[in-house]
């Protein structure tokens, strides 16, 4: 194939596909001037091209389409029909552009059907309404006539008349043709009539600069075979491997006269490689080219409204994660079309506007692409799915999932619940592929639904995948390489050191700021030697997976090194573990850790609290009982498990029974410089004589209190949702945690059991006249939690369950010092609380706090404005004590 | 397996055991040192190592075979074979020599052979003093469900 050839058909092709969108947005916005002006000068191009290269199908084919647009031009007006028929025309273009690509010829056949219909829509048209401009506005032409016959494929002089008129900018720009000469005066006289039936005139001159920055633009890009890139990248890889190893070699001898080029070498080699990888990059716009058209046809086909809007078309990626996600990203638009919105009918039916959403947006973020394809159709058919996963096997019908658990399966292998096969989707092809494919590439992909609002899919993908820094460490004399990426933060722990790694039963975990970060050894996550693990000495590689945080325990942590990343052989392939191996600047090969492997092998859900990445509001509407909480899990008298919220505890600890000492007929042992009371949790619960006593170790300035069990088993993520309530001092209810019927115990009934003032006590410092506190949450176990926190600390606590009970009590008892309200209660939310009890001129002084799973600044803003005091994090009852003491002076007045 | 004319094989000693791989299928013949360990990985696969800027995987044969390890793990020779666009290497305790043997005299594998064994031969050659078992190398590579590798 020519040079030439080639060429045509690269930038055709491209043509096309702007075509393709520039056609859909065409119908949408029929009276667009400029997107038709667009359409028309590159259909024309293509007609140009192709009677130039001798491509007789082609160029006829493009003629008939472009007769048909001028047509629009004139006044025509747009139907879907005449879309749909130019649309099928690029089509019928491309399958002849890809059999030319693959013969070097056209290949046989007519397209007189096409042609045909084309014609007889460009004649058969209507006059132009009375409304619409009519071409006899415009200055006549001069009507010059042809002696023959046109053949298909050549213009007439009117027609090309026009097109020099309304592309005159560019005629004149490229086209060095005499005959363009006289066209500039012709456009010149008419632009006034232009500008009285255009109430836009600017848009002619947007168009203007558009051209020439697109003029300037083509001078300075050129076209590079990708195989070219490809070795360049290879070669680069080459160069970053061989400045390792000098690196690595310069690293063992202090002074050497190679120091300084050597630096010099490495930030050029840096350079270079930032450079190259650059040329690799393109915009995921290029991935969504195809969607526009895909969505309009698919809106046609199943009678739905659907808008496409795509934001961030401009952010950049590796072609080759590109070309891994266009297929996936395709799937998930089309399924958000078929499955995900409704008809317009049914729209209409719910009251939703009619035309649907499909939005794509994409961003950067901390070194990596977040695409996110949301709808805002019916959602995900949880029951559907249930079924769908207890058909299949992958859970039991008995199963108490969360919803975000239950669809998580729509990722499964083989997994597909559309009820009939459609044309659309349902073809066997399923998210499992779109997750299997996102998985290669290091990615992840997270998905939230809400019935009736919508489905959000949020795809996480690395920038690019041939070089990435990497952390490298040691684990059981072995070492490994962790993507930079997913890295947080480092924490050392030792003898001596703040951090310490804890055990709850023999899971591993640390507390860092606040939060308990499970923990893993690399050594047994790897199975490499199962005897004593440094726990003493050692570093734990914070990373973050998705949106949970996880705490991985290394021997050693040596440098970040640039590392390229080299595919694992076919006999590797299946240790989810891994992602690729690289050799290092000392020439020996590692295995570069695949964080996604690890947490699945950790069991850690991807779901759960961790960043919140989502806005306010999204946040807000999500259910409390979603929201999964760690509990400690023990046995105590039975078999059964009771379970206690893990961050209601201070400690967990395990004496020798002999330290356990008996006095005044309570069991005592002594505890930190003090002595502690040990309270049986039941009547079942026998403190042992011997051997090690688990405890549960509640500590309130300075009073503990240890709750005797006999056996801790386990700290299990579940979201709490009492089944069964009891009636039961002590205890609130039973829930299914972990697929277990656990009781939930209530901490608040066993505090005065050590301590008989446990409430009556007043914090130091607290003043004499009890505070006056309301407290409103929907949640009664949340009251039963913080309320004997609360009334320990001295305040006189009023509870309420609602935001309109609250405003009932506050008017009927007067002025409370201080009030605490969860946000997120059915009805009226606690923003809506606060919002009007600050409009109440009375209650405007009322310091209120306010209690939230989140603390994004989204959300602290958003409580700013609604009038709220200060954010305490619902489980944080040291930070709601401190909260509560520093509220404005007005408490003490009221007082 | 043709029938006619003659094969090179480059002959590898296992364990005790004599074997045969076709010679157009090996690579080179390597030390195999500083093999990296790759955890959780099938029992047979010894490692990956860097071979002048690539990445071989390694598998022990004896592993493979279903034999002791050896004692002497210095020195350790390999077999380099490409296979589908990778590289790979097979340790073996000791490279012999090349030998061109008829097609003919192929004889088929013993059916009383240990199940691991018939899998990964592909004949048996009558030498003057020893037996030679002609290594299927795909056979070798190919990737085994776990369970049978297990």
């Known amino acids: 194939m020519d040079d030439l050839l080639r060429d045509f058909l690269t930038e055709t092709s491209e043509s096309l596909d702007v075509v393709d969108v520039e056609l859909v947005r065409f119908e949408q916005e029929p009276n667009n001037h400029d997107i038709l002006a667009n359409i028309f000068r590159l259909v024309h191009t293509i007609k140009g091209t192709c009677g130039f290269l001798g491509l007789p199908r082609l160029e006829a084919l493009a003629h008939a389409a472009e007769t048909l647009m001028g047509k629009f031009r004139d006044g025509l007006p747009v139907t879907s029909a005449a879309v749909s028929l130019i649309l099928k025309t690029i089509d019928r273009i491309k399958k002849i552009l890809g059999d030319l690509e693959k013969s070097g010829g056209e290949p046989q056949g007519g397209d007189d059907d096409l042609i045909a219909k084309l014609v007889a829509m460009s004649e058969g048209a209507p006059t132009p309404a009375a409304g619409q401009p009519k071409p006899k506005a415009e200055p006549p032409l001069v009507v010059q006539t042809l002696e023959r016959e046109l053949r298909p494929g050549e213009v007439s002089l009117d027609e090309l008349e026009r097109a020099f008129r309304e592309t005159e900018v560019e005629i004149v720009a490229v086209d060095a043709e005499p005959a363009a000469a006289p066209a500039p005066v012709t456009a010149k006289k008419e632009e006034p009539a232009a500008e009285a039936r255009d109430p836009k005139p600017r848009r002619v001159n947007i168009r203007r600069e558009e051209d020439q920055r697109e003029e300037a633009a083509k001078a300075q890009t050129l076209r590079v075979q990708v195989e070219t890139l490809e070795r360049l ?26 120091k300084v080029p050597l630096q010099r070498l490495s930030n050029v080699t840096a350079e270079l490689q930032e450079g190259v990888i650059k040329t690799r990059m393109q915009p995921i716009g290029n991935a969504w080219a195809k969607l526009p058209r895909i969505v309009r046809d698919l809106a046609k086909e199943l009678n739905k409204e659907i808008e496409l809007e795509m934001h961030g078309a401009e952010t950049e990626l590796d072609r080759q994660i590109l070309e891994v996600i266009r297929d996936p990203l395709t799937h998930i638009v089309r399924n958000s079309a078929d499955h995900g919105l409704e008809t317009t009918e049914e729209r ?103 019935a009736g609002k919508g489905t959000t899919l949020s795809i996480k993908i690395p920038l690019t995948l041939a070089i990435v820094p990497a952390l490298l460490v040691e684990s059981a004399k072995e070492r490994f390489a962790i993507p930079q990426s997913a890295v947080v933060e480092l924490v050392r722990v030792n003898a001596t050191s703040k951090h310490k790694i804890e055990r709850v039963k023999d899971a591993p975990v640390l507390r860092l700021r606040n939060k308990l970060l499970p923990l893993a050894h690399l050594s047994s996550l ?28 290394v021997d050693t942590v040596f440098h970040t090194e640039e590392i390229v990343v080299k595919p694992m052989s076919s006999m590797l392939r299946d240790l989810t573990m891994f992602s690729g191996n690289t050799i290092l600047g000392d020439g020996s090969v590692i295995m570069i850790i695949d964080p996604n492997g690890l947490a699945s092998t950790l069991g850690a859900r991807l779901e759960g609290e961790g960043n919140e ?82 405890l549960l170790v509640f500590i309130d300035s300075n009073r503990a209190l240890g709750l005797v069990v006999d056996e801790i088993v386990d700290v299990i993520e579940d979201r709490l949702d009492i089944q069964v309530g009891s009636a039961n001092p002590g205890t609130i209810g039973s829930a299914i945690i972990g697929g277990k019927a656990t009781e939930i115990l209530d901490v608040a ?68 010092d201080a009030v605490v309200s969860d946000i997120e209660m059915p009805g009226m939310s606690g923003f809506e609380f606060a919002e009007t009890l600050r409009k109440n001129a009375r209650f405007a002084d009322i310091p209120i706090i306010a209690l939230s799973s989140h603390s994004s600044a989204a959300v602290v803003e958003r409580g700013r404005k609604s009038g709220f005091h200060n954010f305490v994090a619902k489980f944080d009852r040291q930070g709601l004590l401190t909260a509560l003491k520093h509220v404005p002076q007005e408490i003490s007045k009221a007082a | 397996m043709k029938k006619t004319g003659e094969i090179e094989f480059v002959t590898v000693t296992i364990g005790d055991q004599l074997f045969g791989l076709a010679i157009d299928r090996v690579h080179d013949v390597f030390a195999a040192d500083r093999v990296t360990r790759v955890p959780m990985a099938r029992d047979e696969i010894a490692g990956i190592l860097n071979l002048r800027g690539r990445i071989v995987t390694m598998i022990d044969m004896r592993r493979c075979l279903d034999l002791p390890p050896k004692d002497d793990i210095s020195n350790q020779m390999a077999v380099g074979i490409e296979f589908g666009g990778e590289s790979y290497g097979l340790l073996i305790d000791e490279v012999g020599e090349v030998m061109k043997l008829p097609a003919a005299q192929l004889e088929t594998v013993p059916v009383n052979l240990d199940s691991r064994w018939r899998r990964v031969a592909a004949g048996v050659y009558r030498l003057e003093e020893d037996l030679m078992i002609v290594l299927d190398i795909d056979r070798v590579l190919e990737v085994q469900p776990r369970e049978a590798a297990a």
């Open chain 1, 233 to 258: 990248m290879t070669m680069v890889s080459e160069l970053v491997l061989t400045r390792n190893q000098l690196l690595e070699i310069m690293r063992h001898k202090q002074d050497s006269e190679f």
């Open chain 1, 348 to 450: 209409r039916r719910l009251g939703k506007p009619e035309q649907g959403t499909i939005r794509l947006s994409a961003y950067h973020e901390s070194g990596q692409i977040v695409i996110q394809i949301a709808d805002d159709g019916k959602g995900l058919n949880t029951a559907r799915i249930r079924e769908k996963a207890i058909a299949k096997g992958l859970m039991q019908e008995g199963d108490k999932l969360s919803d975000a658990q239950i669809h998580k399966f729509i990722f499964a292998s083989g997994f597909s619940t559309a009820d009939r096969i459609t044309n659309v989707s349902g073809r066997g092809v399923g998210m499992d592929v779109v997750k299997t494919n996102i998985d290669q590439i290091g990615g992840s992909i997270d998905l939230k639904s809400v």
């Open chain 1, 526 to 553: 790897l199975n490499l030697n199962k005897g004593a693990v440094e726990t003493e000495n050692a570093f734990i590689v914070v990373m973050q997976v998705g949106k949970k945080n996880l705490g991985i325990v």
């Open chain 1, 613 to 694: 990445t989502e806005q306010a509001e999204e946040e807000v509407r999500v259910n409390e009982a979603e929201r999964p909480i760690s509990f400690l899990v023990f046995r105590a008298g039975s078999r059964e498990p009771k379970a206690i919220p893990l961050s209601l505890i201070t400690r967990l600890e395990e004496i020798d029974a002999v330290k356990i000492e008996i006095s005044n007929g309570k069991y005592l042992v002594q505890y930190r410089g003090g002595l502690m009371p040990l309270v049986p949790i039941n009547d079942q619960v026998k403190v042992r004589s011997e051997g090690m006593q688990p």
């Open chain 1, 749 to 816: 009934h066993y505090l005065p059991l050590a301590y008989a003032d446990w409430f009556i006590r007043k914090e130091k410092g607290a003043k004499d006249s009890k505070c006056r506190v309301l407290f409103v949450d929907d949640s009664a176990f949340f009251c039963n939690m913080l309320l004997p926190v609360l009334k320990a600390a001295g305040y006189d606590v009023t509870t309420a369950t609602s935001g309109a009970e609250a405003l009932e009590i506050v008017e009927r008892e007067g002025s409370f």
